[in-house]
């Protein structure tokens, strides 16, 4: 079964891990994004701007399936899986791995697995062209039968930018803590390497094509994330967030607070509006397809967060280490 695997987006944060798997499981592995590779990436890979037709045909040749994990605007992805459409309608044996999000449910509450449709009416715009992009691929005489539609949770892990970066800074300034019914929601936790080898198992030959739920089989709502997170960062008891100090820092202290951080080249921290209706979210995740992770193969939150977490505070004190003096240079 393996072959030329193209992965689109391979320079962000799930595409370096999953090179590596692809690779072992024999695929002949090409990366293409819009910039440089990350050091970190040490396979094929080739600057695309995928939103590009002419670009991605070209990276797309004799390819046996292309992994599409391309983020950005929403403008961009539809753009991205307009141009694979139309290149997946003239080569009838590619096969596709789209990745999508629970996003995709916006604000809907109760059980939401597979077969639960979706409520264009609401999504927020990030959530509207995940949707959209699935709808374009399947939308392809022919493609149904041969494209993947992969909806993970929130994608955790060491590096995480957002879902434990962000979090960890946020928490340790104060800004952040146990929300009360505003963190009650339920949290659809993935880890990363746990994500990667759901997409190496959906490429396996006996796998189904269709749509597929991906999130950790432990559940734990935000505020216990948090929590979890404050004792890995020696936090002793997270401060009680009342709605009307949140409502400050997602409307007010947040967003001005970034654009100072941009200025002096920091990350933009804050709590957005998208954050907050989904610590707050009714829906309850859930899948009813075949188990791409086995129940006990999935990475315990506990060893995933402490994993996570010790990464972000190793790089915190890379960061803060003066820069050694170059010795000079001889006479």
């Given at each position: 079964m393996p072959g030329r695997a193209v992965v689109i987006g391979a320079r962000g944060y799930l595409g370096r891990a999953l090179l590596p798997v692809l690779a072992g499981d024999g695929f002949d592995v090409l990366g293409i994004g819009r910039r440089r590779p990350a050091e970190s990436i040490t396979f094929g890979y080739e600057p695309c701007d995928a939103t590009d037709p002419g670009a991605l045909r070209k990276a797309l040749d004799g390819a046996d399936l292309v992994i599409n994990l391309m983020?950005?605007?929403?403008?961009?992805?539809?753009?991205?899986?307009?141009?694979?459409?139309?290149?997946l309608s003239r080569h009838p044996a590619l096969r596709v791995v789209q990745l999508s999000s629970l996003a995709v449910f916006g604000q809907m509450g109760g059980v939401l697995d597979e077969t639960s449709p979706?409520?264009?009416?609401?999504?927020?715009?990030?959530?509207?062209?995940?949707?959209?992009?699935?709808?374009?691929?399947?939308?392809?005489?022919g493609v149904a039968g041969r494209c993947v539609i992969l909806r993970p949770g929130c994608i955790?892990?060491?590096?995480?930018p957002q879902w434990v970066d962000r979090l960890c800074r946020l928490l340790l300034a104060g800004r952040l803590g146990w929300l009360g019914t505003e963190g009650a929601g339920l949290s659809p936790l993935v880890?990363?390497?746990?994500?990667?080898?759901?997409?190496?198992t959906v490429l396996r030959p006996a796998s189904d094509a269709g749509i597929y739920h991906l999130l950790s089989p432990e559940t734990l709502t935000w505020n216990v994330y948090f929590r979890r997170l404050g004792r890995r960062l020696e936090i002793d008891a997270l401060p009680a967030i009342r709605a009307g100090r949140l409502d400050a820092e997602?409307?007010?202290?947040?967003?001005?607070?970034?654009?100072?951080?941009?200025?002096?080249?920091?990350?933009p921290d804050r709590v957005t509006p998208a954050m907050r209706r989904l610590f707050r979210s009714r829906g309850r995740p859930a899948s009813v397809r075949r188990a791409l992770v086995p129940a006990g193969r999935f990475i315990p939150h506990e060893a995933g967060i402490a994993e996570a977490v010790n990464e972000f505070l190793a790089s915190q004190a890379r960061t803060a280490e003066p820069a050694k003096p170059q010795r000079a240079a001889a006479a």
């Amino acid at each position: 079964m393996p072959g030329r695997a193209v992965v689109i987006g391979a320079r962000g944060y799930l595409g370096r891990a999953l090179l590596p798997v692809l690779a072992g499981d024999g695929f002949d592995v090409l990366g293409i994004g819009r910039r440089r590779p990350a050091e970190s990436i040490t396979f094929g890979y080739e600057p695309c701007d995928a939103t590009d037709p002419g670009a991605l045909r070209k990276a797309l040749d004799g390819a046996d399936l292309v992994i599409n994990l391309m983020a950005g605007t929403p403008r961009a992805m539809l753009r991205v899986a307009a141009n694979l459409s139309d290149h997946l309608s003239r080569h009838p044996a590619l096969r596709v791995v789209q990745l999508s999000s629970l996003a995709v449910f916006g604000q809907m509450g109760g059980v939401l697995d597979e077969t639960s449709p979706p409520r264009p009416a609401s999504l927020h715009a990030y959530g509207a062209a995940k949707l959209e992009a699935e709808q374009r691929l399947l939308a392809v005489p022919g493609v149904a039968g041969r494209c993947v539609i992969l909806r993970p949770g929130c994608i955790y892990g060491p590096g995480s930018p957002q879902w434990v970066d962000r979090l960890c800074r946020l928490l340790l300034a104060g800004r952040l803590g146990w929300l009360g019914t505003e963190g009650a929601g339920l949290s659809p936790l993935v880890h990363v390497q746990d994500v990667a080898q759901a997409i190496a198992t959906v490429l396996r030959p006996a796998s189904d094509a269709g749509i597929y739920h991906l999130l950790s089989p432990e559940t734990l709502t935000w505020n216990v994330y948090f929590r979890r997170l404050g004792r890995r960062l020696e936090i002793d008891a997270l401060p009680a967030i009342r709605a009307g100090r949140l409502d400050a820092e997602t409307w007010i202290a947040g967003p001005v607070r970034a654009l100072l951080s941009r200025a002096v080249g920091q990350p933009p921290d804050r709590v957005t509006p998208a954050m907050r209706r989904l610590f707050r979210s009714r829906g309850r995740p859930a899948s009813v397809r075949r188990a791409l992770v086995p129940a006990g193969r999935f990475i315990p939150h506990e060893a995933g967060i402490a994993e996570a977490v010790n990464e972000f505070l190793a790089s915190q004190a890379r960061t803060a280490e003066p820069a050694k003096p170059q010795r000079a240079a001889a006479a």
